[in-house]
């Protein structure tokens, strides 16, 4: 593929670290310091599972429901009290490296944002190996599409996504909607120590199981599309958060960066923000506490007074853009 540069150009920097290194720089769980790599993932889990069983025992919920024929297309919606309908939607996308992970285990964030009025859609896709990375994008713009048709009077829908998730999110800035005959009232996309480039992905183990050529790579990668196809921002009440943590890996870390310049310069309003002290499994679960940056964002009030907490860091506009040579 001829790719067009923009910004500085230079050599990614993973293409000179040896196999070891980037095994361990795309194993979050290995830069997590408040605990041992696996019991990071086992509390990562148990918050997990804990928060939606929480969830489905207190709020007014329809589980499973289908957004489309397949199997695995399903989502369950947590509603906070009252009739209404116009509400805006907060909807999140699990992580997992596109081969775990589960809606019934990632309703996090259900028990604060309906107190404050909102309400949460979890989205369950066909992880790998039963689903291809174009498959699950294809669902996911699904989902959004069903909740736009079911809900037509929302006041946003809200995407957040974390890892995998959130490239799956960020895929949705290149969706077609005109093919699906109705585009979702989309206002915000959070996205949360995401992977947007995913050629290195194709030399660690996480590849095992998903198989993805170089090919499916360069078409399954947010960042390389939206430099290849510049086009003007199509949605344009849209605002974009990339956020990642402190103590993600350095990998992440860049993927987040350079995904947030490339955002800005293709004229898409966006925000960057390193969260201090958090890591890739703390950035989530910390969703399940009202006092948490994240779960502050305000998405109860009218989208008039909509704010996000967070300044636009001019320190990460003016880093060189690393942007590799191709
Ligand atoms: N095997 C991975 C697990 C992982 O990356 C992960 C686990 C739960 C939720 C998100 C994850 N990462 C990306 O999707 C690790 O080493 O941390």
């Not at 000179?16 to 605990?35: C, G, I, N």
């Not at 429901?65 to 695995?72: A, H, T």
């Not at 309908?85 to 285990?105: C, E, I, M, N, R």
């Not at 206002?187 to 090919?215: A, C, K, M």
Request: hydrophobic residues 40%; aromatic residues 8%.
């Amino acid at each position: 593929m001829d790719v067009p540069h923009a910004g500085r150009r230079g050599e990614a920097p993973w293409k000179k670290m040896s196999k070891e290194e980037l095994e361990t720089q795309y194993s979050p769980s290995r830069w997590v310091v408040r605990l041992g790599a696996e019991e990071a993932l086992r509390t990562y889990s148990q918050i997990g599972a804990q928060a939606t069983s929480q969830a489905r025992a207190t709020r007014r919920s329809l589980l499973h429901v289908p957004y489309g024929d397949g199997q695995g297309e399903k989502l369950d919606i947590y509603l906070p009290d009252g009739v209404s309908t116009a509400l805006p939607f907060f909807v999140f996308l699990h992580g997992g490296y596109w081969q775990s992970g589960s809606k019934d285990t990632s309703a996090f964030m259900v028990d604060p944002l309906t107190a404050q009025g909102v309400a949460v859609v979890i989205v369950a896709y066909d992880i790998a190996p039963v689903g291809t990375l174009d498959l699950m994008t294809e669902q996911v713009t699904q989902s959004l599409v069903f909740l736009q048709k079911q809900y037509p009077s929302n006041k946003g829908i809200y995407l957040c996504g974390h890892s995998a998730g959130a490239h799956l999110a960020a895929m949705m800035l290149l969706a077609n909607w005109t093919k699906h005959g109705v585009s979702p009232n989309l206002r915000g996309l959070f996205l949360v120590s995401g992977v947007y480039d995913l050629e290195p992905i194709l030399h660690t183990s996480q590849n095992d199981l998903l198989l993805l050529t170089l090919e499916d790579a360069q078409r399954n990668s947010p960042q390389l599309r939206l430099q290849t196809t510049p086009k003007s921002p199509s949605v344009p009440a849209l605002h974009i958060l990339v956020v990642v943590g402190q103590h993600d890996s350095p990998e992440f870390q860049r993927h987040s960066r350079e995904f947030f310049q490339v955002l800005c310069l293709g004229g898409w309003k966006a925000t960057f923000e390193e969260l201090p002290d958090m890591d890739h499994f703390a950035i989530i679960e910390n969703l399940s506490q009202t006092h948490y940056v994240l779960t502050q964002v305000g998405l109860h009030r009218p989208p008039a007074t909509w704010q996000l907490p967070f300044a636009v860091n001019p320190q990460v506009l003016s880093e060189p853009l690393n942007l590799e040579e191709r």
